[in-house]
């Protein structure tokens, strides 16, 4: 656990919202590519922030060392920058409104194995998969994890310490096609929820039915067909939703976005998707009374976590914001701004972003299509200031006369975000979750993402 | 202790641990960075980090340790976990610590940065692009000054060392007109001097005026096989692909790369030819030693035969291939010699694209995605801007259907390209 040299300086902070942030990140990686040892590593960073806010501009300073005469230093590089820029912008704002003081604490419990751990797990998988799929090209198999302990100090808002620790286990499966190419596919082991390594993955067994099932998608993805380019109806699988509410709507909503000129600027109460869709960021527990895949309880510039609702009833009802942000727009802050290591000052960010789950089933939702496709996985994606959003498939299906065909080629989906959820006309009663992906905007971030499945128009990349 | 010192301890430390062999690199950077967001000056970062990391032969294995704390029990916990870590991996003869390669010390770009300078210059950007081009939001802007220094030292006895500056800059922009937002487009250079206004780098100008002009796009009507011209951005990151999928450890290793048996053989159009030039005096601090070797030039493809893969020593040692000679991503693709609006005017159909947003091309090379910040052509004029059009290939055809590269070139301190015309790409609209 991080030790406490930070508290000691709230007296240094001045006047005008200050925080500073000691973190240490972890990172644990084991890359076996065809039976060969690709990666071996863990890396480690710890070091100490500090960020004062002067009249509408930020001053923000970090160093490595952690000690109290570092912290001392790193505050008043914070501050120098502060005075710097407000000396030379002198946009004359008033003070951050004032947060409650008090303390929050996420503490899941976190341990750290050896890196035998994840060898004997990567290395015992590699195996399996090549004594059990004879007929692949290659594999590849790569554990993963990461964790973030952050212990915060503000002078105007909550304090906190959180420790957030997270482990994956990525297969991809390369197969080959009859005209001589290869085809891939990858899974995340465990990729619904966080958690610690040693906890998560003891055994290769429980995941032999999902490596199956990858293996059997993989193979049908050899024999497939390009997808025919062009607007068609889909079912978006419930890997997929979590993608559309994070790049087709999320992006678009950060009020920093908003500011840098997002097509969501002129939308906000207008309606923006069909009645069915009401989206959500999840601060730390779903609306089943789940725990979201990665609970933020105080965010890294004081303010404590809630929920914001971002599109009800298909209607756009709330930004994500800063604090800063928030007194602009004149909002409530929910604690969406994220810092990813302890160099890096917070920024709006989601947190645990999804559609609410409808009343259809599955089946009959794809029953419903004639001519069309059903989207299973995906990879990454993209979003514009103009709404209009990618995100790559990598694995789907043909539907013809309301049942499943012949696997697809990898290909890309895009659409505009506020006309696409128009076209939304059904919802799947269920919803899958991930937290395996990093969100990019100057700086990586662990995001969770999730909704159901549901029916809409595309437009889909082919030849 | 200094640089030096803790390199020699981690060695000394690694080799009493049990290490075979062993190699470390020590470094130390600071970092002033100005940021603008939503056009307004927004914040000043100062940043000082340390890093050490670590590698570490023992029975033929491979462990690797990284961390930013130079205290000694921190060194010893990480030697100690990358002795750990090498002992349970599996032995591998493909694994070693880069031979002796001379001792050197390396000094590049600005050493002493003026910050207030670099105020100044965003401050004259921010005033050129309201007044220049008053579409135009900067929705982020960042400039930054970055220096470093360090030293990298194996057990074989190669000393490297290191102590550089540059300059940065990064935009993020769009065009808007009452309600109307355009697309967001963005460019980067490195630099080593102040002398020039931030308007004439990045190709920030043309950059602007195509997002003016792009207010109101249009889908293409339909699909319709035509030619893509690639702008120089986009032409690197095609290359960035390119040679990821077809030319990398992980293709080259598992032994899938299409491009496996096409050493020494027509893999793109005759005319096209690509280099990695970190030594060139185009790039703003290039690498200059990676992995324990001295970075030189090298050539990927000459006049479309493929000269080389871009392997790690690892990578070359497991398939019997050649190392690259550089990791550095420098690249330059050789201009032609026809200017660019002739290229144009020669298109009958197709697209100039400046920004690709699309899925992760497959390791066969098929590609499909959105054609950003893009003109449609017909009959070779530029006819207008497009959204919700996507383009669809395979980069294998794409690499063989070069019709034309330009004589126009940009550069960004990272390599220099030129635009590229191919043909038979599928482009489809609604």
Known sequence: MISDRISEMKGLMGAGHTEIRAQRSTTRRVGVLKGNVVSNVRSETMGVCARVYRSGVYGFASGAEYSPEAVRDILAAAQRN????????????????VIPAQKLTFDPGFTDPEQKKYLDFVLELDAYLEKTYPALASRSVSAYADSMEKLLVTNDGADGYSILP???????LTAPTSDGSTVELFTVLGGQDAGCFDKRYTSIEPFKAEIDRLYGDVMRKAEGVYAEAGLRDVILGPNLAGMIAHEAVGHTVEADLVLGGSVAAHLLGKPVASELVTMVDYAHTLSSGKQAPLPVYVDDEGTPASDEVLIKDGILVGYMNSRESAQHFGMEPHGNARAFAFSDEPLIRMRNTGIVPGTSKLEDMIASIDNGYYLTETGNGQADTTGEFMFGVNMGFEIKNGKLGRAIRDTTVSGVAFEMLKSVTALSDDDVWVSSGFCGKKQPMPVGMGGPAFKCKINIGGR | MNDRKLAEYTLEKLEKLGADAAAVSVSHSSTDELNVDGGEFSLMRTLFDTGVSLSVIKNGAKGTAAINQTSKEDIDAACAAAIASAENAKPDEAERIAPFKGKEKFTQGVLV??????YDRIEEFLRDTREQFPKIMMEQFIADYRRESGIYMNTNGTEFELEEGCYGLSSMFSAHEGETAGSFNGADAAFTSLDRAFMDMASHRRLFRESSDSLYPKPVDGKFTGTLIASPDLLSSFMYTVLGNFCSNGTIIDGTSPWLSMLGRQVASKGFTLTSRPLDPEVVCGERFAGGFKSENMTYIEDGVLK??????????????????????????????????????????????????????????????????SFLVENGKIVGAVNETMINGSFLELMKSVRAISSDTESSGGGVMPWAAFDGVTISGK
């Open chain 1, 166 to 172: 997270r482990s994956y286990v990525y297969v991809t």
């Open chain 2, 308 to 373: 080389g893969f871009m392997l790690s020593d690892y990578g070359a040692r497991k398939t019997g291939f050649e190392r690259a000679k550089n990791l550095s991503g420098s690249f330059f693709v050789e201009p032609g010699t026809t200017p660019l609006s002739e290229i144009i005017a020669g298109v009958e159909r197709g697209m100039i694209v400046n920004r690709f947003s699309g899925g992760e091309p497959a390791q066969n090379g098929d590609f499909s995605g959105v054609a950003k910040n």
């Open chain 1, 82 to 97: 502060a005075e710097f820029m407000d000396t030379r912008v002198g946009k004359g704002k008033p003070a951050l409104p």
């Open chain 2, 113 to 118: 940065p003026d910050v207030a300078a670099l």
